[in-house]
């Protein structure tokens, strides 16, 4: 049977716009099954204990299960790839972090570009680090630090948890806009850079709060400046990097990302939970006792953060020559 024109036509249009009405349905309708949020990092880690806590918040809130999967190895880039390849249906998570912004630039040969195959959803916390010596270094102030490390160039050395860690970029940062001339000395992790540190190893390290606050309470370690533009809650009579050296800023972040394409009202919707949990006095609580401080904000907001990172410490690897392990 031979169809008239127009309503050949009424029908091809109708069936055109079937997958537009079928995604916006399906995101109506999420979530209908389990989400897993994909962390690049080991259990334990302070990235798997906020992708923890807002999992634990939002599987309450939705009444479908958020599932944490730890990959950890590649410096994240194994977390990543994982989450450019899953649907974009809402489904998979990346819990991403500073890392990424890093990477982009450290490694010449990755099988995606992170700007582009992964869409923003919502920023967690900004964590800031912190300059400490040991307390064989003479110097309890920055300006101290700098002009003890300008009269002994290449004989401190800066631990880091390992070759283009933010704990790394924040030292070469810091070194770039000082001109002091310390050696850098990686670690595979935070932990071993710490022990080498508290036994006089090492003498200076850029290091997370969370882990070096209970030795700067103990007096094993000196805490010289924070590296944000304010100061930190559980270190408020440490000042910041920023008044002894103009612009200087660094610090660790967390937020959500998801697949490219991942449709618009589902990346809404979660950007609209998680900023409902940020407001939550106990997340806010658990986030300040991972010395972090509150993000949130529009995808929007929390893509031009990874821009703006990326684009920053991509100077900095380029500018010190860094290349990845």
Known sequence: ????????????????????????????????RPIRIIVGQAAGSGTDIAARLLGQWLSERLGKSFVVENRPGAAGNMAT???VRSPAD?????????????NATLYD???FLFLRDIAPVAGILRAPLVLEVHPSVPASTVPEFIAYAKSNPSKLNMASAGIGSVHHLSGELFKFMTGVDVVHVPYRGTTPAL???LAGQAQVMFDSTPSSTP????????????TTTTRV????????????????EASGW??????????????????????AALTDPAIKARIADLGGVVLAGSPADFGKLIADETEKWAKVIKGANIKPE
């Open 1 to 32: 049977m031979k169809l008239p024109r127009r309503k050949f036509l009424r029908l091809a249009a109708g069936a055109a716009t079937l997958p537009v009405v079928s995604r916006v349905a399906r995101a109506q309708a999420y979530p209908t």
């Open 90 to 102: 809402g489904y998979t998570l990346l819990l991403v972090n500073s890392s990424n912004a890093i």
């Open 81 to 83: 790839e994982a989450v």
């Open 254 to 275: 967390l937020g959500f990302g998801v697949p490219k394409d991942t449709p618009a009202a589902i990346i809404g919707m979660l950007n609209r939970e998680v900023n």
């Open 215 to 226: 030795h700067i309470r103990a007096g094993k370690l000196r805490a010289l400046a924070v």
């Open 233 to 248: 809650e559980v270190l408020p009579e440490i000042p910041i990097l920023g008044e002894f050296v103009p612009g200087y």
């Open 109 to 111: 040969k990755l099988n």
């Open 195 to 197: 022990t080498d540190l």
